[in-house]
């Protein structure tokens, strides 16, 4: 098993915390998973992207034209960060706008729901819904009960599974 995903987004959409739930449930299947982030502007609502590489790799970085996976949970990533993913890569992009890619519109979901940062989750489900993730959903339930504080564990796996069922 080898994949490797890129994760892209802007500061406060939770870019981060779905990578440690991508990379969590890797860990929980006892695959060999590398990680990297950067965020330098996050804060300020910049640009944030963060890999995960699924198997056995040297190095975190995904080079340009090399990623299988791309979960986009803003769209104006999509040509920031896009050419680091092969050209036959599944992509993934939160926006209600049809294109070459797999979309949803999570943050409308997610504002249904009554808290818009639950889009990332509900983007995660729709894609691990769609196969496009090496994970089943129930290794991804179990890694968002295991990250997720307590307290926001049932929201987050409602948002995960109205992914899922979208």
């Known amino acids: 098993m080898k ?4 994760v892209s987004g802007m500061g406060g959409q939770g870019v981060l915390f779905l990578t440690r739930i991508i990379a969590g449930a ?6 060999e998973i590398f990680t990297s982030e950067t965020h330098g502007m996050a804060q300020r609502g910049g640009s944030v992207i963060s890999t995960v590489k699924v198997g056995r790799f040297h190095s975190p970085l995904i080079r340009s034209g090399q990623g299988d996976v791309g979960i986009f949970l ?7 960060h896009g050419h680091l993913l092969r050209l036959d890569a599944r992509v993934l992009v939160n926006t209600p706008e049809k ?9 409308a979901m997610a504002t249904e729901m009554g808290s ?4 990332n989750l509900i983007l995660l489900g729709y894609g691990v819904g769609k196969s496009l993730f090496f994970c089943s959903p129930q ?14 564990v049932e929201n987050n796996l409602k ?7 979208a």
């Not at 803003?74 to 920031?80: A, C, D, S």
């Not at 070459?100 to 999570?106: E, M, R, S, T, V």
């Not at 948002?159 to 069922?165: S, T």
């Open 159 to 165: 948002a995960f599974r109205r992914g899922l069922d």
């Open 3 to 6: 994949q490797q995903i890129i």
């Open 26 to 31: 890797g860990v929980d299947m006892g695959l």
């Open 116 to 119: 818009p940062v639950l889009a």
């Open 139 to 152: 290794q991804v339930e179990r890694a968002i009960e295991t990250i997720s504080p307590e307290r926001f």
């Open 74 to 80: 803003h769209p104006q990533n999509l040509p920031v």
């Open 99 to 107: 294109g070459p890619w797999y979309h949803l519109d999570a943050t």
